[in-house]
């Protein structure tokens, strides 16, 4: 179950940094290389931060160590 929980939380953030991703990239009309590798960095960027961010709430309610 745990696994199960991990690999959702790893495609929600995942999913989240892509839209931010692609939302930079609409926002900022760039394609081709370029942009693959701004929404590359911006997802990545986005992805983590979410990650983090809950980690440290369900922390901070006691659900994980």
């Given at each position: 179950?745990?696994?199960?929980?991990?690999?959702l939380?790893i495609?929600?953030?995942?999913?989240?940094g892509?839209?931010?991703?692609?939302?930079?990239?609409?926002l900022?009309?760039?394609?081709?290389?370029?942009?693959?590798?701004?929404?590359?960095?911006?997802?990545?960027v986005?992805?983590t931060?979410?990650?983090?961010a809950?980690?440290?709430?369900?922390?901070?309610?006691g659900?994980?160590?």
């Amino acid at each position: 179950m745990l696994i199960l929980l991990n690999v959702l939380a790893i495609v929600a953030c995942g999913a989240l940094g892509a839209g931010a991703g692609y939302g930079t990239l609409a926002l900022l009309d760039v394609g081709g290389p370029t942009g693959a590798f701004v929404a590359a960095l911006v997802g990545m960027v986005v992805a983590t931060a979410a990650w983090a961010a809950g980690s440290a709430a369900l922390r901070a309610v006691g659900w994980i160590r």
